[in-house]
């Protein structure tokens, strides 16, 4: 618009590129900044105490702001997607293409989910993962109703330490750690939405294309919240 060049949707040659920095928060750093004060509690001994229960009695009230945040999470879901489909021309249309792109995303779910993260339960603690499972159910449906795996964490470690007995110091330092940097799900969607946002605009994908989308999602998955909102807020403006 600025130099009057035509920009051509299939020609990457005629793409305008920006750089642009959004503030967010450092989940990341967050979990390395809590290691290390952490640490250092542990160091300080009976002087340290005081400090370890403020930051226990700031977990204990954080669970339960999110349990209520959790409890109002559908209705503010149900006025957001209905102002979207307000917004649509032909809504028929719209969700036939969204059902196609929503059973891709929960087939790919569901083979991780169900098949491979369980196979390997089974090799590594040589047991069937049925009783495990089964005692994360309110941290499964949790992360189903928020898709947050942030949100979710205070229940996951609830849900470990209280049903499944695992060690609170393994429970508070591994999860915090798997929920930013192995966000699968999070890598999964990403690549998929990519492709379908690219077949919308009528752009030809072919192969090399899909598994560079694929590959790219899963090492920048520790960005991909952080760009996500970003530019989700751009498009709405």
Same mark, same amino acid.
């Given at each position: 618009? %600025?130099?009057?060049?035509?920009?051509?949707? %299939?020609? #990457?040659? *005629?793409?305008?590129?920006?750089?642009?920095?959004?503030?967010?928060?450092?989940? $990341?750093? $967050? +979990?390395?900044?809590?290691? +290390?004060?952490?640490?250092?509690?542990?160091?300080?001994?009976?002087?340290? #105490?005081?400090? $370890?229960?403020?930051? =226990?009695?700031?977990?204990?009230?954080?669970? %339960?702001?999110? *349990?209520?945040?959790?409890? $109002?999470?559908?209705?503010?879901?149900?006025? /957001? &997607?209905?102002?979207?489909?307000?917004?649509? #021309?032909?809504?028929?249309? =719209?969700?036939?293409?969204?059902?196609?792109?929503?059973?891709?995303? /929960?087939?790919?779910?569901?083979?991780?989910?169900?098949?491979?993260?369980?196979?390997?339960?089974?090799?590594?603690?040589?047991?069937?993962?049925?009783?495990?499972?089964?005692?994360?159910?309110?941290?499964?449906?949790?992360?189903?109703?928020?898709?947050?795996?942030?949100?979710?964490?205070?229940?996951?470690?609830?849900?470990?330490? =209280?049903?499944?007995?695992?060690?609170?110091?393994?429970?508070?330092?591994?999860?915090?750690?798997?929920? *930013? &940097?192995?966000?699968?799900?999070?890598?999964?969607? =990403?690549?998929?939405?990519?492709?379908?946002?690219?077949?919308?605009?009528?752009?030809?994908?072919?192969?090399?294309? +899909? &598994?560079?989308?694929? #590959?790219?999602?899963?090492?920048?998955?520790?960005?991909?919240?952080?760009?996500?909102?970003?530019?989700?807020? %751009?498009? /709405?403006?």
């Amino acid at each position: 618009e %600025k130099t009057g060049a035509m920009i051509y949707r %299939k020609d #990457k040659d *005629t793409w305008r590129f920006e750089d642009d920095w959004a503030s967010s928060t450092n989940i $990341l750093g $967050l +979990v390395v900044f809590g290691v +290390v004060t952490g640490i250092a509690i542990a160091q300080c001994g009976e002087e340290g #105490k005081p400090l $370890l229960r403020f930051f =226990e009695s700031i977990s204990i009230v954080m669970m %339960k702001v999110t *349990t209520w945040i959790i409890h $109002l999470t559908p209705i503010g879901v149900c006025f /957001l &997607i209905a102002g979207q489909i307000l917004e649509m #021309k032909d809504v028929a249309a =719209e969700f036939a293409r969204l059902g196609l792109y929503f059973f891709t995303v /929960l087939l790919g779910l569901f083979i991780h989910g169900c098949i491979i993260l369980p196979g390997i339960y089974v090799i590594v603690t040589r047991t069937l993962p049925f009783r495990f499972i089964a005692n994360m159910g309110n941290a499964i449906v949790t992360a189903f109703g928020t898709a947050s795996s942030s949100a979710t964490l205070p229940v996951t470690i609830n849900s470990l330490e =209280e049903k499944n007995g695992v060690d609170s110091r393994i429970a508070r330092f591994v999860l915090p750690i798997g929920a *930013t &940097i192995n966000m699968d799900g999070t890598a999964l969607y =990403e690549a998929v939405a990519a492709l379908f946002i690219a077949q919308l605009s009528g752009v030809d994908v072919n192969i090399g294309q +899909v &598994i560079c989308s694929f #590959k790219g999602a899963k090492r920048w998955q520790l960005c991909l919240k952080i760009v996500k909102m970003h530019y989700l807020k %751009k498009f /709405l403006n």
